[in-house]
């Protein structure tokens, strides 16, 4: 039979929402604060500080409110805590191959399988002890010979990592029968026969048990001891990168995002770096309250996948948008990713300095906005004011016209009278084109310089008019 671990987190939204420490000052939360669910507003999730003044799960909300006027009470959220297990199952797949999701707060992890990787259950149990130190999540564990024993210990609080058979046995069959998650259809039967433990339970054959009572029950207790194979859909990670995260107040300054901002773009540096890839752009959405969603795009050109380098992005590009209302959630999703391409590395080559032309081009980007920033190349027109048009930056431009042609750093967007007296250096280059387009030029273009030593552009008309076209650096 396999051995398994299961992870259990009885109060994954209280953690992620309200964590019991603060990460700035790092002292205990003083709040007492509680989640409650059902009809009846039951307790179902509770802080330190509300159990300290003797708030108990499963207590009414009037009961909960009657020890503290001070009580914190927030609904539950199960969309929020499945989204959460998916963060924790993705974080623990980096150390552990086959887990298995039990929504919304239990994480099965096949341990048979890591033993040849780790060599033992405890160097195994290490390293996912230190991987989940990081979450700051409160968990509680068990190993089993099936995921429902493992499961039924660990929601015990049994914390308990061994691969003894024998051991895990007998404090499975010290269980309360009321730990079994069985419907009360099938409880019912079994207490009127006075059973009360699983040992009790596990006493009767399996024979026994298809006779006497329903066969829900056999399966139960046959997955239960591992004599059937318990179906399981192995977790697989997703393919592409989208988190939210809710914001515990409102925000009013985008400049309070950064460490919010940071959490995500962590999150995004783990995924990118396990798959070896780069992202190129992210599509960061704000949620406000009572106005629509505003979605801002972040771009670096030569992809990138460290959380440091997406923040800088992340700041430049924010800092040029405004909020119309306050700030309630985040959600960072990756636009295009692409694998990472190998570097290059020469023992002797010179160590690049400062930044590269698409890290620069990224900057601009952020700061300026992607339509504000644009490439020039040269076209295949003589004449000077269509010679060249906007392009996308760095694309790679192709042109036919000679290179050993003289022209000006300056061009002026309209030639200007030439006043100034010059003297002329090089030329006449006729140009007589543009008759396809209605825009005919017929002119002699020369360089000159005037008195105070410029360099200049200027071309004579055919009425021998003189004009300043452009000045040369």
């Not at 592409?240 to 901002?261: A, M, Q, S, Y």
């Not at 040269?378 to 392009?391: G, K, L, N």
């Not at 030439?418 to 209605?438: A, C, K, Y």
């Not at 008019?465 to 650096?473: A, N, Y």
């Amino acid at each position: 039979m396999a051995l398994w671990l299961y992870l259990h987190f009885p109060q994954l939204q209280l953690d992620s929402v309200f964590p019991q420490v603060d990460e700035v000052s790092g002292q205990q939360m003083e709040s007492p604060i509680v989640i409650v669910a059902g009809k009846r507003n039951e307790v179902v999730q509770a802080n330190a500080v509300a159990k300290q003044i003797g708030i108990k799960l499963g207590m009414g909300l009037g009961a909960a409110a009657a020890l503290s006027r001070a009580l914190v009470v927030h609904p539950y959220d199960e969309q929020l805590t499945k989204t959460r297990l998916i963060e924790l199952a993705d974080w623990l797949y980096l150390v552990s191959a086959d887990l298995a999701l039990f929504e919304p707060d239990g994480i099965a992890l096949k341990v048979t399988n890591m033993l040849a990787l780790y060599g033992d259950i405890t160097h195994y149990w290490q390293h996912i002890q230190s991987h989940l130190a990081l979450c700051r999540v409160e968990y509680h564990y068990a190993c089993g010979y099936s995921p429902l024993a493992a499961r039924l210990l660990a929601k015990q609080r049994s914390d308990i990592v061994s691969d003894d058979e024998t051991l895990l046995l007998t404090l499975l069959k010290q269980q309360p029968l009321s730990a079994a998650e069985l419907t009360h259809v099938l409880h019912e039967p079994l207490s009127r026969l006075g059973l009360r433990t699983m040992h009790e339970l596990l006493a009767i054959p399996l024979a026994e048990l298809g006779r006497r009572f329903d066969q829900g029950l056999v399966q139960y207790v046959g997955r239960l001891l591992g004599h059937f194979q318990h179906p399981l859909a192995y977790y697989q990670p997703p393919e592409t990168f989208c988190r939210t995260l809710h914001l515990l107040f409102e925000l009013e300054n985008l400049d309070w995002l950064v460490k919010p901002l940071t959490h995500l773009l962590t999150q995004l540096e783990t995924f990118l770096r396990v798959r070896d890839k780069l992202a190129y752009e992210l599509k960061l959405t704000l949620t406000m309250r009572d106005v629509p969603d505003k979605e801002v795009f972040i771009a670096a050109a030569e992809g990138e996948y460290r959380a440091n380098a997406w923040l800088k992005l992340s700041t430049l590009t924010l800092s040029n948008v405004t909020l119309e209302a306050p700030l309630q959630a985040l959600t960072l999703k990756v636009e295009h990713m692409q694998p990472r391409a190998e570097e290059a590395r020469d023992l002797f080559s010179a160590k690049r300095k400062g930044l590269t032309a698409k890290a620069l081009l990224s900057i601009l980007q952020a700061k300026l906005g992607k339509d504000a920033v644009r490439g020039v190349c040269v076209t295949d027109d003589p004449r000077p004011e269509f010679a060249t048009q906007y392009v996308a930056p760095l694309s790679e431009s192709q042109t036919s016209l000679d290179s050993v042609l003289l022209r000006p750093t300056f061009l002026f967007p309209t030639p200007k009278p030439l006043s100034q007296q010059v003297v002329i250096v090089h030329g006449p280059e006729r140009l007589t084109t543009g008759w396809w387009d209605g825009q005919p030029q017929v002119r002699d273009y020369f360089i000159a310089r005037d008195t105070q030593g410029c360099w200049l552009w200027i071309f004579r008309t055919e009425t021998q008019r003189w004009f300043m076209h452009g000045m040369f650096s």
